[in-house]
């Protein structure tokens, strides 16, 4: 843990409404923080959120507690930001008394609430078949499962319970947490008819993974298809908070920032989906390839998810995700029930071969390294994938500072006012999955 003390010397913005009489300030802030570039951008996103404009950036030091031995209120903030990440207060002086005075940082933008909520609340109800096939035929949209219901959840399952990320405590908090929610609602999103749905994906719900392309392809398109879903709707939302606040705010300006990325993304993997859409249609199912790393061992977690490869297991880059190309690769994967065990399967559209393979590459080059192959992809679901669930016997039996070092990196990753850290699949987490790959099957070898 590292603790930032950074001051600046601020100015009133213009929708500032304290009512302390001041032309400017200075302000102090702490951040728990690795890397003093994210400390500085949470610091000034949080003093312009309060309406404060940053004039001069005055020090930055590491600091500990004892550096603020006899000083009750610097302790408390330093206390605050162990916890809560960041802790700020300014000193100003009041124009009309002469003196300075200790304010506390508050306040900032009006939210339309109203408006806001009343926007999530037509979004979280949207429902939309995404099968390439979709027209007016389709019959009753229902909860898809992304992940596996029958094999998959049902083999870490209690009592019809599993552990996964509490979404609405993160749409409150901001904080990543762990919940039990029952499988029939875990992992599942509105994305299919019912019809497209029991028709394309009966390969694999009703039979164990072979492997064979076509089935690699299914749960490739499963996970593309939950990221478009999902990106839409994050899309909606954000727009939704871009009306409710102020135009000039921090709030607003964050919100439009993170919309570009979003738009960016979503029109990448529209793209790709396009692809996975023509080989389904035309039953090209060996333009896909794949690799799937086998364990014989009882699963304690079950996954899904996709990742557009900006960085490999060593740290080297793949590609930019900076929106400075049009054309993006990305590569799918998830758990999937094999004979007597299950496995890691990735997959990938031949129209991404080449950054896949590179990507692949690197997991090979761990295979011949001292790094445990399965501490590495247990780092990329975690890092990666907030879509993935745990067994409640495996998540209830683990140490507590086992639990917390998940969530403290799973907050650091997602994170949008952190420094991407190049070298997050290096050595992140490790010593907490007990997964041993027996065998390997890559389609390029059959």
């Known amino acids: ?14 929708n500032n409404s304290f009512p302390l009489q001041t032309s400017s300030a200075t302000a102090f802030v702490w951040v728990n923080e690795s890397e003093v570039e994210s400390a500085l951008l949470k610091a000034r996103f949080y003093i312009e959120k309060a309406s ?4 001069t950036l005055e020090s930055v030091d590491i600091v500990k507690r004892d550096m603020f031995q006899g000083k009750d209120i610097e302790q408390a903030k330093y206390d605050e930001a162990v916890l809560e990440g960041i802790a700020l207060f300014y000193v100003g002086v009041n124009e009309q008394l002469e003196a300075p005075e200790y304010v506390e940082l508050s306040g900032g933008a009006d939210q339309d609430k109203k ?11 949207r429902k939309e078949c995404l099968h390439f096939g979709a027209n007016e035929d389709c019959d009753q949209i229902i909860k898809a499962h992304s992940i596996q219901r029958r094999q998959s959840l049902e083999a870490i399952e209690r009592k019809g319970h599993v552990y996964q990320v509490d979404f609405d405590a993160l749409s409150k908090t901001g904080r990543i947490t762990y919940n039990l929610i029952g499988i029939n609602k875990a992992s599942t999103f509105y994305g299919f008819c019912k019809k497209h749905d029991n028709a394309l994906f009966k390969d694999i719900d009703e039979k164990h993974l072979m492997p064979n392309h076509k089935q690699a392809m299914l749960y490739a398109y499963r996970s593309l298809t939950k990221e478009v879903f999902t990106k839409q709707s994050t899309i909606s939302m954000l727009k939704a908070q871009i009306e409710s606040f102020p135009k000039q705010c921090a709030e607003a300006e964050l919100a439009r920032n993170m919309l570009n990325g ?15 859409d023509e080989s389904l249609v035309k039953e090209t199912y060996d333009d896909i390839s794949y690799i799937a ?14 990742i557009y490869p900006d960085f490999d297991f060593q740290g080297r880059p793949l590609q930019n995700l900076d929106g400075s190309t049009n054309k993006l690769s990305l590569v799918t994967y998830c758990s ?30 761990l295979m011949k390294s001292d790094r445990i192959l399965g501490d590495a992809l247990f780092n990329l679901v975690i890092l990666n994938c907030e879509n993935h669930a745990f067994s409640p016997d495996w998540w209830e039996g683990l140490e507590p500072s086992l639990k917390t070092n998940i969530c403290e990196a799973m907050n650091k990753q997602a994170d949008v006012l952190s420094v991407l850290n190049h070298d997050y699949l290096t050595s992140e987490i490790n010593g907490i999955a007990s997964w041993v790959f027996e065998s390997v099957y890559d389609s390029h070898s059959l």
């Open 1 to 14: 843990m590292t603790i930032f003390y950074i001051k600046a010397g601020v100015t009133p913005a213009m």
């Open 52 to 55: 404060w404009r940053i004039e």
């Open 115 to 125: 408006l806001f909520y009343g926007k999530k609340k037509n979004i979280s109800n």
């Open 262 to 276: 979003m738009e960016y993304g979503l029109e990448a993997l529209s793209k790709i989906k396009a692809y996975y």
């Open 293 to 306: 790393f086998y364990c014989k061992e009882e699963p304690v977690a079950a996954f899904s998810g996709l």
């Open 336 to 365: 999937a029930p094999m004979g007597d065990g299950w496995c890691f399967l990735f997959a990938w559209h031949k129209s991404c071969e080449k950054i896949a393979r590179n990507y692949m590459g690197s997991v090979a080059q």
